[in-house]
């Protein structure tokens, strides 16, 4: 028994690349989901909006879709080469290169947070829900603007559902 294995491991310059391209990306897209899923989870939770069950199933639509199915449709629509999005617009444009790529860590955070932003958002549009409403009201009956009520009601009250959301 030694401990020349993980001495290897953890020597490896690879490895240590691959770590943080990992954190990197899991951090942006943590981010941007959450900055997706509490506008669109507000509009559904706290809004009198047209339609609730229809958006509710269209904002969590890719939560239906497998991963492995949904980077297959990214990677065709978006490759640097051959991609029906980048050809079209190549061609509509007379653009030289592709105006996107997938395969970049801007494509991999595209991805990731397309399909992780459903998570989010059932997290929280649950929670802003079934959060009491007359709170906010009082805020604003005492004089507060929206972004106050928001900034001192909203989100301290929501903060829970966000960081579980995040996590």
């Known amino acids: 028994f030694s401990l020349e294995a993980f001495k290897r ?3 490896y310059p690879l490895n240590w690349s691959a770590l943080t391209n990992t954190v990197i990306a899991a951090s942006f897209s ?5 900055l997706i899923a509490f506008p669109l989870a507000w509009l559904v939770g706290r809004t ?3 339609g609730k069950k229809f958006f509710r199933t269209l904002f969590v ?11 297959m449709a990214w990677m065709r629509l978006l490759n640097p080469t051959v991609g ?5 617009l190549m061609k509509i444009f007379n653009l030289g290169s592709a105006p996107f790529d ?12 397309g399909f992780y932003y459903p998570y989010a958002f059932i997290t929280i549009s ?8 007359s709170l906010e009201e009082a805020s604003r009956i005492s004089g507060a603007s929206p972004l106050t009520t928001l900034r001192t009601i909203t989100l301290p009250m ?3 559902s966000i960081v579980a959301a995040a996590l």
Do not use: Q
């Not at 997938?102 to 947070?113: E, H, K, Q, R």
């Open 9 to 11: 491991v953890y020597t």
């Open 30 to 34: 943590m981010i941007f989901g959450v």
């Open 48 to 50: 009198n909006l047209y």
């Open 61 to 71: 639509a890719t939560y239906m879709v497998p991963p492995y199915v949904g980077a």
């Open 84 to 88: 029906s999005m980048n050809m079209f």
């Open 102 to 113: 997938i395969y970049t860590m801007g494509g991999l955070i595209w991805v990731l947070t």
């Open 126 to 133: 649950r929670a802003m829900e079934k959060m009491d409403p």
């Open 158 to 160: 929501m903060l829970p």
